[in-house]
């Protein structure tokens, strides 16, 4: 199994030892650009023409929660690839 097809698994499995760059690396795959707060903020919006936002603070642990947005986000992806 190659490293990509491990981090896609922690994902999907929601594992808790996920870091922000796995999540941002995942994110700009799909076509995602991470855009910081101007306020020096620890938090980072990932963006994508026709698809929702989603912002994720920069911490360790990430949250169960930003996991599954990126999950859903990778569940997505690969559906919507599977179609084409």
């Given at each position: 199994?190659?490293?990509?097809e491990k981090l896609l698994q922690k994902i999907l499995t929601l594992s808790k030892d996920l870091r922000?760059?796995?999540l941002r690396k995942v994110l700009e795959s799909y076509g995602y650009t991470m855009q910081?707060?101007?306020?020096?903020?620890?938090?980072?919006?990932f963006r994508k023409?026709?698809?929702?936002?989603?912002?994720?603070p920069k911490h360790s642990p990430i949250k169960r929660v930003y996991v599954?947005?990126?999950?859903?986000?990778v569940e997505n992806e690969?559906?919507?690839n599977e179609e084409h």
């Open positions: 199994m190659s490293k990509w922000f760059e796995e910081s707060h101007r306020s020096g903020s620890s938090h980072y919006t023409r026709g698809c929702s936002s989603i912002t994720i599954e947005l990126v999950r859903d986000i690969v559906l919507s």
